[in-house]
């Protein structure tokens, strides 16, 4: 079956702009993860959703990342007046179940780069 | 807070050879511990897994040993092969949260 998707795979844009980052999850998958991949970095976690539960933001960097999950399927990450520190891989991951030991699926990602 | 440390940074082994990549956390509250391998471009594929009541686990090639009471788990690569030449990742997790370490290159000389 299909994997998760993310679009667009690449996003060029300039400092100041608002930038929306799409994940469609593995259908039937409850729960769905994003993290960001900055070079030569480690992977970040971000935010989660479980279901119709309010989302685990712990990890959003600033108040200008903000995410919303419709219908408990697709996310969108969007990025308000980004800055060129937000130069990075956005991956998102989903899972069957929210338990810790439930394999995290990820989709290919999407490569942003802020000029 | 850079919750779980991997090294090194970068391994090159030669074709046959042993891989071995060490991961340190600290949050006592992690009870998986994944390992994901990631080819350029593609976004990271579990390699293997292991809970903190085991303290080895072996699949092929791969064995992740893990010491609960140092809170350290390895990965060790056993007849690395060229297409074993990815980026590993080492990540920590409860049942919200997952933090990884920072990626070790590895590349297999032929």
């Known amino acids: 079956g299909a994997g998760v998707s993310q679009s667009p795979s690449n996003k060029v844009t300039e400092k100041g702009k608002d930038v929306e980052l799409r994940c469609d999850p593995i259908?039937?998958?409850?729960?769905l993860y994003w993290y960001r991949q900055s070079l030569g970095q480690g992977l970040e976690f971000l935010i989660y959703?479980?279901?119709?539960?309010?989302?685990?933001k712990s990890g959003l960097p600033s108040d200008r990342f903000s995410a919303e999950r419709t219908g408990g399927s697709v996310s969108t990450l969007t990025i308000q007046r980004t800055q060129q520190e937000d130069s990075a891989v956005y991956l998102c991951a989903s899972t069957q179940s929210p338990l810790s030991t439930d394999t995290q699926y990820f989709g290919p990602g999407t490569r942003l780069t802020v000029l | 807070q850079q919750q779980v440390k991997q090294s090194p940074q970068s391994l090159i082994v030669q074709k046959g050879g042993i891989s071995i990549i060490n991961c340190a956390y600290e949050n006592t509250a992690f009870d998986y511990f994944p390992w994901y391998q990631q080819f350029p471009g593609k976004g990271p594929a579990l390699l293997i897994a292991i809970r903190p009541d085991v303290s080895e686990k072996k699949e092929g090639r791969f064995t992740i040993s893990f010491n609960k009471s140092a809170k350290q788990f390895s990965l060790h690569i056993m007849d690395s092969q060229p297409g074993d030449s990815a980026t590993y990742f080492c990540?920590?997790?409860?049942?919200?949260?997952?933090?990884f370490g920072a990626g070790t290159r590895l590349t297999v000389k032929p």
């Open positions: 959703f479980q279901g119709n539960s309010a989302p685990d």
């Open positions: 259908s039937g998958h409850t729960a």
């Open positions: 990540a920590a997790s409860t049942w919200n949260d997952m933090r």
